[in-house]
């Protein structure tokens, strides 16, 4: 295992004035017995709602913020003994914090890191002609930082992130403010590094859409220990709710009356039923057809965002 944490915890302790001289101390449990694993070569992705603890145990992962108890090893490195080592072993990515370096050309940031981490010269001629080429950074490497757009700043700092071959590479909403292009060659990119390469990738995102696209496995994490980890197929099934079956009438009519359904919603000849996640899809449909004069059907299945959604809330 890349990542193995066990009992994991962290807590704060703050100081609230309460009078003219006196302060009260209070205890923050930030992170609470977490135990989790992640295997080389997974895509996992690290969700939960703001304040859950997601943030505070992955600076504990890269070395940043020192356990309070349990045991945690990275690469089998104790991260906070063993900073300096791990450095070389991870890469990060922080959606709205740059690596890069402001004001020097992109190429500059590049060569910067090229000497920090002591990449042999034809291996760091290798990856940056690859992420380059991969990204779309060929024509932005002798352009200052400063001028670069959000969505081409992100994609010089995922190279940045990888030109050290990082084993573990943490990403912490790396399409955060993207357009719909750049999320697309972002996720495309991060798929296909983690295929080829088998970099294992811990994505935080608040975008499901990422998550989606990207992850088999999912870990939901709140008030700081896990909810639930698994696969995302499994958390849907889980989470028993509807999903929703689109039909085209031919012609406008009364909402559709049919056993195991019921509509939602209605816009001249389409209606949108809600059914059960378990309930099955054909013979619904065939009710439906052998009922009324059908011109087209579609299912759409229940959005990410209300299964987890409905998870926090349970």
Not at 7 to 12: I, M, Q, V
Not at 52 to 59: D, L
Not at 213 to 231: F, S
Request: glycine fraction near 6%; charge should be neutral; proline fraction near 4%.
């Amino acid at each position: 295992m890349l990542i193995e944490a066990e009992n994991l915890s962290k807590t704060y302790t703050l100081r609230k004035k309460t009078g003219r001289l006196k302060r009260e101390r209070t205890t923050v449990e930030a992170v609470r017995d977490l135990n989790l694993s992640v295997a080389e070569g997974e895509l996992l992705g690290y969700i939960g709602p703001n304040g859950a603890g997601k943030s505070t145990s992955i600076k504990m992962f890269t070395g940043i913020l020192s356990p309070s108890g349990g045991s945690l090893r990275v690469a089998g490195l104790e991260p906070i003994r063993e900073r300096k080592q791990l450095a070389r072993q991870i890469g990060v990515v922080f959606g709205q914090r740059t690596t890069l370096w402001w004001d020097l050309p992109l190429r500059d940031s590049f060569a910067l890191l090229h000497r920090m981490y002591a990449i042999p010269d034809e291996r760091y001629a290798e990856n940056l002609k690859r992420y380059v080429d991969l990204l779309g950074l060929d024509d932005l490497l002798d352009t200052p930082v400063r001028q670069l757009s959000l969505g081409q700043r992100m994609r010089g700092d995922l190279t940045a992130a990888l030109l050290h071959d990082p084993s573990i590479l943490y990403l912490d909403e790396p399409t955060i403010g993207l357009d719909v292009t750049s999320k697309a060659v972002v996720r495309e990119f991060l798929a296909e590094l983690n295929r080829e390469r088998g970099t294992t990738i811990v994505l935080t995102t608040h975008d499901l859409d990422d998550i989606e696209r990207l992850c088999r496995r999912v870990v939901v994490i709140d008030h700081g220990t896990v909810a639930y980890d698994g696969r995302l197929a499994a958390l849907r099934a889980r989470i028993a709710t509807d999903r929703t079956l689109i039909v085209d009438l031919a012609r406008p009519a009364a909402p559709v009356e049919v056993p195991n359904a019921t509509v939602t919603r209605v816009d001249g000849p389409r209606q949108w039923l809600a059914f059960p996640a378990d309930a099955n899809a054909a013979e619904l449909i065939a009710a439906v057809a052998s009922r009324y004069e059908v011109l087209d059907v579609s299912i759409r299945e229940t959005d990410i965002e209300d299964v987890i959604r409905e998870l926090y809330s349970s």
